[in-house]
Structure formats: structure tokens, C-alpha cells
């Protein structure tokens, strides 16, 4: 079992400084939404934003669909074999059960991801949800995973190769790795202190997606995965 974080993801809700300019209040009401369940995009709310700090780092809830959608669809998410958490730069925690199927259409991933942040829940009644949000740091959240080991892919880490790297972590009971869910620049600090390492795969920025694939599938590969499941009786599954 391996965990994977995207952190500090650029993932968030309108701010409460912008939520009252009539740009917002029209886009709201069209959608049938709250000023405060509407997600800040980049795409939609540039002309806005930029009186936001970090505003280059923030309103990009493209990068955690794209890379949900890379991970969740993989065998090592269909064996249960991965634990998928999104951690907001604003401090809170969305839990993404493996069984999760998230809608492919980008306008219906942001309206799920406006009732998460309302209801606390998809889907808001169940016992079992398939997506939970709660108000927690990335640090408390390492504490209550209490992983073997913590590893962060940033170009400020030590060269390596992702192969290299996760046939270390296939050897220990319950790895986890971090990658940014955000547009530019590196991770702060409370990541890089909580890493166990820092690892660099590649001289080049590469997308929290790419990253995120090459991960998942060279772990599949370091616990031999593939061959398990093409080997595998189907009648016995």
C-alpha cells in the first residue's frame, strides 16, 4: 500500500475578499450557487485575481482533476492498493476513496468539487463517501497516516530516477509521496520538512499529472503488478 498526496493543490474556493464583486455574484447566481461554494479558476477569474497573494500559485483546479482522473483510473487504485489524498493551500484535506470515478468533463468535476466544499461529503448523505473534505494540515495529516516514509518530488531534490526511486519505496510496508498540486515555483516549507527525502526526476518542470502517472505505474511495476493481473484467472476476480 502506497499514499499519495498532492499538496498544497491550488484548489479553493472563492475568497471571501472577492466574493462580493458582481462578476462573482453573476457567475454564482447563474450556476444556481453561493459566492462561497464557487471554486477560484484561473481560466474564469484572471482579471480578478491578482490581487490575491501568490495569485500565480492559486485558481488552477485543473491540475487536481487531470491528475485524479491519471490516478484513480489506474490497476494499482482498481487493486486498492493506493490511498489518495488532496491537500488545499489553505489547509484542508479531501480523502478520495480508490473506488472513486470522477466525472471527465471538466464544468461537472468543478460543480462536484463546489457541493464537496458545501456539503462536506459526496455524496452528502452516505456513511461511506466517495469524497470527504475536513479542515486539516498537511502535518496533522502525516501524523494521522503515520507513514514509513515520505518522499517529495521537487526539481530542488536529489537527481534520481523515478524507477530507482519507487523500487525503494515498494520494499516498506506503507510509503507515502508528495507532489505539488500547484502551477509554479517549489513546495514550502512544512512539505520539505516533513519529507524523509526530496527526490528531482527530471531536470525540467514536469506537470503534477505526469509526475503522479510515472509513480503510480513504476510502483505497479516494482511490485509486479502487471504480470499479476494479466496472469490472473478472470473467473477467480
Known amino acids: 500500500m502506497i499514499t ?21 455574484i453573476r457567475q454564482a447566481r447563474r450556476r444556481g450557487i453561493k459566492p462561497d461554494s464557487m471554486l477560484l479558476d484561473v481560466s474564469i477569474h484572471h ?8 495569485h500565480m500559485r492559486r485558481g488552477r483546479p485543473d491540475i487536481v482533476h487531470i491528475t485524479l482522473l491519471s490516478v484513480l483510473g ?39 468539487m463546489s457541493q464537496l466544499f458545501g456539503a462536506g461529503r459526496v455524496p452528502p448523505s452516505s456513511d461511506k463517501p466517495l469524497l470527504k473534505i475536513d479542515k486539516e494540515t498537511l502535518s496533522s495529516l502525516i501524523k494521522r497516516l503515520n507513514p514509513s516514509s515520505i518522499t517529495l518530488f521537487t526539481r530542488t531534490g536529489k537527481p534520481t530516477t523515478m524507477e530507482e526511486t519507487m523500487q525503494n519505496l515498494s520494499r516498506q510496508s506503507n510509503p507515502a509521496i508528495m507532489i505539488g498540486g500547484f502551477p509554479h515555483g517549489h513546495a514550502s516549507e512544512v512539505p520539505a520538512k516533513l ?8 531536470k525540467s518542470m514536469l506537470e503534477a499529472w505526469v509526475v503522479a502517472s510515472r509513480a503510480v505505474y513504476e510502483y505497479e511495476r516494482a511490485i509486479g503488478l502487471p504480470i499479476k493481473r494479466i496472469t ?4 477467480n476476480d
Open 4 to 24: 499519495l498526496i498532492l499538496v498544497e493543490s491550488a484548489l479553493e474556493v472563492i475568497p471571501s475578499s472577492l466574493r462580493s464583486d458582481q462578476t462573482i
Open 47 to 54: 482579471h480578478l485575481m491578482r490581487s490575491l497573494p501568490e
Open 74 to 112: 489506474s490497476p494499482l487504485c482498481k487493486e486498492s492498493l493506493m490511498q489518495v489524498y488532496v491537500h488545499t493551500r489553505d489547509d484542508y484535506v479531501i480523502g478520495v476513496d480508490s473506488s472513486t470515478r470522477l466525472p471527465r468533463v471538466y464544468s461537472r468535476f468543478t460543480g462536484l
Open 195 to 202: 519529507a524523509s527525502e526530496s527526490v528531482s526526476i527530471d
Open 232 to 235: 490472473r484467472n478472470p473467473l
